[in-house]
């Protein structure tokens, strides 16, 4: 009763709870405003009580009103008093109104500090924590200063449950105490491998929203991160890792090194990221651009190589630093050489990129570009003339390239122009300029070795001009052109370079002859370009191990005395080039007999054969200069216009691409053309859309369709033989008949993915791998480089032998060439005669007179006419085409025994006289007997 | 995270926790912008959307709507994850959430988005964990008939 009465007098006194304030907020919403008018009177009322429940139930009811949006800032004080109570129930809902209505212009916040210190350092967790959280709410830069100590000692507070608070609470501390952040960071990074899931996930987050304002600082903890990356099962965690990686750049370069290995297995799904792989290029960062550019040199293709060069090229112009620049260079050259050039389809352009690549200053990179020169002119016999007129350009500016004549490496770009102008110089505009342009006095600041090409191909050179002025009326200007190499060459005979002293000593003497027959007005020119007459030809990397060693050389012997060490290294010509001489040295003046010329030239023209990249040259113009090295034969390289610039297939590149527009463009003028007539004939026809778009993939005609014809694919390019090389059987099971079949690929390309198919008859059948279904084909094991055969055995399973049998099949296969594959189709017949299924069995003549009695053989006979044979010829052909062995022979008259797979007995009486032949036959298979006279009638009938 | 507020269809502010120290009005008045961008979108549209400077991430579970804002850089997707784990948190704690036990218990919804979330940051992401640390914390907690055995005069 007592209690009931306190407990009324308590409800009066307490007034209202915060359920109590909800509930009349709620049972007053026609005058809220009013209802909570009072309230706040009540609580203010409350406030100035002693009792801290009833001032903590009061804050608690304010915080709520704060979020209805009432101002409470009247309060902020009763909210410190109610924090600093001892009790948690009390602490807690003060550090809640605090955290909910303190902001940072509030007054009251310094008189927190020592409150808060206290509550950070209590022995109960939750009072650090509550601190803590409403910390993390109100932190003033003050509050950061004064209390980042305490915080930092916090970290490393055994509870999880305070470490990870205070970990958090760090980042809000960094924020506004920035000095704090040096010396704690190594302790927070400590955390990153707290033993406990919250305390690392927290320093995750809190280094992750650090590094986002300044990655470059943390890009030491990438590692670290990587680490956490790859063992963390935390989601929430991995999420901000990857986000912070991506900060770091590190996420492109793994991006790009993973595509790299896409790139592999799926080409396709790669290239069509090209521009963003190209944009990569653009990135400050160099390892990116270094993993970008390898990443390119695996995707290009005939489509896109001019594309992602012009690119490159724009890049190379950009470049900074050499080092970079240089590495562009050799990708740019990789990315277009790479398997013997195969996505180039202009060599036009690539020469025209080769050009400008010289215009680099400083490269290291010259003897790659000279090499790159050689190999494309030489190999190219199409490109010859664009390309000996862009090397004398290059030859006319050589004084550009060299500069102030520093020696940079693109000189040895002149090595490749000297060379390529005096090899191939009947395809000069203006010889005489360039031999001009070759014996400048500055010629002489060049690096040796590429002195002694020029002189060696002046020489070349003066035979050529030689031979056009003679030609010409007057004859004067031959010998000033002689003048003009007795004048200039001295310059060389002094050289300090043994290779250009000996050349140019050499070749002035020879011009100095020259001139005394040339006064006698005796004609030389022809003689003097039998000089340099012949072709080089490329040859392959391997060729030289197909040279037998000539007994008795030895190798390793020296042939003149090593040389003394005073020679100083410089004199010697460079390594690359050096090497290359003895190769072109020409095969004509060697003294080798014919007999061993004519194997080597077989065995090249095997080799040449063999590869599809190897441009040929037109037979004519190689037999003349191997028959008769007259002068008149000098063989003028012909053009070779079965090699078009552009390698047929795809039309390519910016040109190609706008010819291909416009033809499309074409097209489609013509089709609309048609359809407006087609509308006029239709009036109806307004139903129907007309291409106003875009076309659809079935509009555009296939421009390169007429280029698959001319496909350097003879017709037949397989052919198929076959032999019953095996029968074996009984009547009962049917017969197995083994059939090796002879494929030989007689055309220039790889045949692989052959499948060998036939048409199962109700009879014979084609026994398939297990597993197959009965349509499916037999794989051939094997793929056929051009040129060669091989054997693959089928297994038939026949039913019965007595009639000839013909399958039908076809064998599809893939025809590779260097640039295309096609799938091809052959259909084939396999004829199994009866023939095939008699195995030769000898027989006695008595046990063949006794089967002749027995009267179960059925009698056939066949008349031959007009055999014009000896009769043991006659003989010997019905043995090896039929299988039959001769049992007796009289005179023209001869008995012959065969058996069949099955056991049929097949016996002959074979009579001649003069060309006729006739031919009984008796056998237990009448079916069987007549197919075999018929195919021995018939095997006579061809001869 | 910038803030997080909770509010009825009707426009009600049930919850508001702020990262940023802003001044009232300023609250006030991106609340109440908010308030109405949020709400006159369609069931169907999209739980993001740029908004001044921020990204807003927003769900609606029954008649509440959650709503976080968050930097530009920050994942969407996580902040959706936040605001359902807490979703999932206040569940486990009054046993299936209403509109008014977030209402009534206003203030053990702030603790216990506090121990879920600290400076805008997730603290704890194992929900056993930030139960136990409420319930621990409860316990501490002075049952409320104390105030009854307080004296009053």
């Known amino acids: 009763m007592a209690l009931k009465i306190v407990k009324g007098s308590i409800d009066r006194m ?87 209505c303190f902001h940072e212009s509030t007054d009251v916040i310094m008189l927190t500090t020592n409150q808060i210190r206290k509550d950070l350092s209590s022995p109960n967790q939750y009072d650090t924590g509550v601190a803590l959280t409403g910390l993390s709410c109100f932190v ?41 952040l040096r010396p704690a960071f190594p302790r927070l990074k400590e955390k990153l491998e707290d033993p406990d899931p919250g305390v690392q996930s927290a320093a995750v987050n809190v280094i992750c929203e650090l590094a986002r304002r300044n990655p470059k600082n943390y890009l030491s903890l990438a590692p670290l991160f990587f680490k956490l990356m790859t063992s963390s099962t935390n989601n929430w965690v991995l999420i901000k890792i990857i986000k912070l990686v991506s900060c770091f750049c590190v996420v492109k370069y793994l991006g790009l090194l993973a595509m790299s290995k896409i790139l592999k297995t799926h080409p396709k799904s790669v290239q069509s990221h090209k521009d963003l792989i190209l944009q990569c290029l653009d990135d400050k960062d160099e390892s990116i651009r270094l993993r970008a550019l390898d990443l390119l040199y695996g995707m290009v293709s005939k489509k896109n190589l001019m594309e992602i060069v012009k690119k490159l090229m724009l890049h190379v112009d950009k470049a900074e630093g050499t080092t970079y620049r240089d590495e562009l260079l050799t990708k740019i050259i990789d990315i277009c050489s790479q398997s013997n050039y195969q996505y180039i389809t202009n060599f036009e352009w690539y020469i025209s990129i080769l050009v400008e690549l010289t215009r680099l200053e400083g490269t290291r990179h010259g003897h790659l570009i000279a090499s790159q020169m050689l190999d494309v002119a030489i190999r190219v016999k199409a490109i010859r003339i664009f390309a000996v007129a862009q090397m004398a350009t290059l030859l006319d500016n050589a004084h550009l390239l060299t500069g102030n004549m520093q020696r940079n490496g693109i000189c040895e770009v002149l090595y490749a122009a000297a060379w390529i102008c005096g090899e191939f110089s009947e395809h000069l505009e203006n010889p ?67 290779e250009v002293q000996e050349r140019a000593s050499c070749i002035l003497q020879l011009v100095k002859y020259i001139q005394k027959l040339q006064q006698k007005e005796v004609e030389v020119a022809e003689e003097v370009s ?65 007999k061993e010329l004519a194997r080597r030239r077989e065995a090249r023209k095997q080799e040449q054969a063999n590869n599809p990249f190897y441009i040929k040259a037109s037979p004519s113009s190689q037999k003349v200069y191997q028959e008769s090295p007259g002068v008149e ?68 005609t296939p421009a390169h369709m007429v280029d698959i014809v001319t496909e350097e694919m003879p017709e037949m390019c397989l052919t198929l033989n076959h032999k019953v090389c095996d029968i074996q059987g009984n009547l009962q099971d049917g017969s197995q008949v083994v059939v090796s079949v002879i494929f030989e690929n007689k055309c220039d390309s790889l045949l692989k993915s052959m499948e060998f198919n036939v048409l199962d008859s109700l009879n014979s059948k084609l026994q398939r791998p297990e597993g197959s279904g009965p349509h499916d084909g037999f794989t051939v094991p094997f793929q056929l480089p051009p040129g060669v055969s091989n054997e693959a055995r089928l297994v038939f399973t026949v039913q019965s032998i007595v009639m000839p049998q013909k399958m039908k099949g076809t064998l599809t296969f893939i025809v590779k060439n260097e640039d295309s594959s096609i799938h091809e189709k052959l259909d084939f017949k396999l004829h199994f005669t009866c023939t095939s299924y008699l195995i030769t069995t000898p027989c006695y003549s008595d046990a063949f007179a006794k089967l002749l009695e027995s009267g179960d053989l059925k009698c056939s006979s066949v008349r031959l006419e007009e055999v014009n044979m000896p009769f043991h010829h006659l003989l ?68 | ?95 299936s959430v209403c509109e008014l036990d977030i209402i009534f218990n206003f203030e053990k919804a702030y603790f216990i988005l506090d121990e879920f979330l600290l400076g805008g940051e997730a603290q704890e992401t194992s929900k056993k964990n930030v139960l136990k640390a409420i319930e621990q914390a409860d316990l501490l907690q002075e049952p409320r008939h104390e105030y009854f055995n307080v004296p009053v005069y």
């Not at chain 1, 915060?18 to 005058?31: M, P, S, T």
């Not at chain 1, 003050?142 to 930092?152: F, G, S």
């Not at chain 1, 290294?569 to 390594?575: H, L, R, S, V």
């Not at chain 1, 062995?885 to 097949?906: K, N, P, T, W």
């Open chain 2, 1 to 95: 995270m910038q803030f997080m507020l909770l509010f009825s269809r009707q426009g009600k502010l049930r919850l508001q926790k702020w990262y940023v120290p802003l001044c009232d009005k300023e609250k006030k008045k991106i609340t109440r912008e908010l308030l109405q961008t949020v709400l006159a979108r369609k069931p169907k549209m999209c739980s993001f959307l740029e908004w001044r400077d921020l990204k807003v991430v927003y769900k609606r579970y029954a008649s509440l709507y959650f709503c976080c804002a968050i930097e530009n850089q920050d994942n969407e997707l996580i902040t959706l994850e936040i605001i359902h784990r807490y979703v999932e948190l206040l569940d486990k704690y009054f046993g």
């Open chain 1, 140 to 180: 003033t830069p003050d509050l950061a200063r004064d209390l980042a100590n305490d915080i930092m000692t916090l970290m490393s507070h055994t509870k999880p449950y305070i470490r990870k608070k205070a970990v958090l609470i760090m980042y809000k501390v960094f924020l506004k105490y920035p000095e704090s």
């Open chain 1, 876 to 943: 010997a052909r019905i043995c090896f085409h039929h299988h039959f062995s001769v049992v007796e022979r009289i005179d023209s008259c001869a008995s012959m025994y065969s058996r069949s797979i099955q056991g049929h007995h097949v016996c002959l009486l074979v009579k001649t006289s003069g060309q006729t032949v006739s031919i009984d036959a008796k056998c237990d298979e009448p079916t069987l007997l007549g197919n075999v006279l018929d195919e021995i009638k018939q095997t006579f009938s061809q001869c």
């Open chain 1, 432 to 498: 005489m300029q360039t031999l001009e342009a070759m014996l400048r006095p500055k010629v002489a600041t060049l690096p040796g070795h590429i002195q002694a090409v020029y002189v060696q191909n002046a020489a070349k050179l003066f035979s050529t001009v030689l031979k056009s002025q003679e030609g010409s009326t007057e004859g004067t200007a031959a010998q000033e052109t002689s003048q003009l190499m007795i004048d200039r060459l001295p310059l060389f005979v002094q050289s300090a370079n043994l």
């Open chain 1, 14 to 100: 307490f007034d209202k709870n915060l359920q109590d304030l909800v509930r009349g907020i709620r049972n007053h919403k026609e005058d809220e405003a009013k209802y909570i008018s009072t309230c706040i009177d009540e609580i203010k009322q409350e406030l100035k009580q002693d009792n801290i429940a009833v001032k903590a139930n009061a804050v608690c009811k304010l915080t709520y009103l704060q979020m209805l949006g009432y101002d409470v800032s009247w309060a902020a004080f009763n909210i410190v008093e109610v924090m600093s109570s001892s009790k948690f129930t009390y602490k807690r809902i003060g550090y809640l109104a605090a955290s909910q």
């Open chain 1, 530 to 594: 039998a000089l340099f007459a012949g072709e080089l030809n490329p040859v392959a990397p391997k060729a030289q191990k197909k040279v037998p060693v000539p007994e008795g050389l030895d190798l390793d012997a020296w042939i003149n005395e090593p040389p003394s060490e005073s020679e100083s290294e410089d004199e010697q010509p460079k390594a690359i080039f050096a090497k290359e001489e003895p190769k072109h040295s020409r095969s004509r003046h060697t003294e080798v007999d014919e």
């Open chain 1, 633 to 700: 034969h000098i063989p003028v390289v012909q053009i070779d216009l079965t090699v078009p610039l552009k390698v047929p297939g795809l039309p390519m590149s910016d040109q190609y691409l706008k010819l291909e527009e416009e033809r499309r463009q074409k097209e489609r003028a013509d089709k609309k053309k048609k359809e407006k007539k087609k509308r006029k004939e239709k009036r109806s026809g307004r139903g129907r859309r007309h291409d106003s778009g875009p076309e659809s993939e079935e509009d555009i």
